[in-house]
C-alpha cells in the first residue's frame, strides 16, 4: 500500500493519498488539486475516489475538481446531503482500492455527518483517518451545526460516542492519521505532531481521559472561542462544491481603477511584508502579509463577499494571494495592483 500526508502549513491542514494496485483514493483534498495529479501519475495510480471525512468550515475542498479532472467518484457521508453527484455513505460501508479496504465509520460530533475512515491492510485495521474528530492532543470542536438544529452540547455528547464506542474500540496499534494540526481553528489544543496511535492518544489526550458523559459535555462547551465568521460560509461551498480554480482570477489594475474600486467600497489588501508596508501603503489599506497563516487570518479578519484589490510585490505575489484567498472561499479580488 501507498500512502502519503499532504501537509499545507498555512491552513494547518492534511490531505491524504492512499494507492494499491494501480488504483488511489484522496481524502480531505485542498482547494488547489495539481499536487494530488502529479504524485498518482508518479507513482502510477489512478485516482478513482475523492474521499470526504465531513463537510470542512475552514477551507474549501476541491473535490469536485479533483473528480471532474480524474474521472473519481466523490465519497462523503449520507448526512452531508450534498448537492453535487457522490456516494453517500453510512457506518460499516467500504471503499476498496486495490486490495486495501477502507471502511467507513460513522462518528458525529464535530458535525453531523462526520467519518472516520478506518484502513485494512489483508483485513487488518492499521491506520485511520479521523477528519476533524479526533485531532493529536485534541479533539474537534462541537459548536458548528448549530444552523442544522444542533446544540453543541447535542454535538458534544455524539462526540462522546463516537469516541468510546469506535475511534477507542480500536487496537492500540493502530495509527491516527487527522485532517489538522497545531494552528487550525477546529480544535482548541491540537498538538504539532501530524500523526499518532491510538494507545498514544489514549494515554496523553485530555479529552480521551474516562469520565462520565455530563463531565465530557461540560469541559467541550466550556470557554470555546467563537468560530471564525467564514466558517459557515464554507461549509455551505463544500456542500455545493466549488468552481474549478483556474476560474477564480484577479487582472492588474491601473491606478484610477483603483481609486473607483476603493470609492465603490472594496478593500485593499496589502499582502506583503509589514516592514515594506509600513514604508509606504495604499491608504486605509488592511496589511496580512502572505507568510504564515495568511489564509486563515483573511477569512477571520475580512468579509466573505467585500470586493479586494490586493497590493503585493508583484503580479505572481498577486496571483499567489488570489489562490491562498481562494482556499478559504474569498472569490472577489476584483484586481491587484502591484509596487515598483
Known sequence: MYFKQFYLGCLAHASYLIGDGGEAAVVDPQRDVDQ?????????????????????????????????????????????????????????????????????????????????????????????????????????????????????EMMASMMYDSLHKKLLALPDDVEVWPAHGAGSACGRNISSETSSTIGKQRQTNYALRPMPRDEFVKMMTSDMPAAPAYFSHDAEINRRGARALSEVTAVPLPADSVREEINRGAIVLDVRDAATFGAEHIAGAINIGLGGQFASWCGTLLPVEAPIVVSADGGPRANEAV??????????????????
Open 36 to 152: 494530488y495529479i502529479d504524485e498518482a501519475a508518479r507513482e502510477g495510480l489512478r485516482i478513482r475516489y475523492v474521499i470526504e471525512t465531513h463537510l470542512h468550515a475552514d477551507f474549501v475542498s476541491g473535490h469536485r475538481e479533483l473528480a471532474a479532472r480524474t474521472g473519481a467518484q466523490i465519497v462523503i457521508g449520507a448526512e452531508a446531503h450534498a448537492a453535487f453527484p457522490h456516494v453517500g455513505v453510512r457506518d460499516g460501508d467500504v471503499v476498496r482500492v486495490g486490495s486495501t479496504e477502507l471502511k467507513a465509520l460513522e462518528t458525529p460530533g464535530h458535525t453531523p455527518e462526520s467519518l472516520c475512515w478506518l484502513v485494512l491492510s489483508n483485513g487488518n485495521p492499521t491506520k485511520v483517518l479521523t477528519g476533524d474528530t479526533l485531532f493529536i492532543g485534541d479533539v474537534g470542536r462541537p459548536d458548528l451545526a448549530g444552523g442544522r438544529g444542533y446544540t453543541s
Open 323 to 340: 489562490m491562498r484567498l481562494a482556499r478559504v472561499g474569498i472569490e472577489s479580488a476584483v484586481g491587484f495592483v502591484t509596487s515598483p
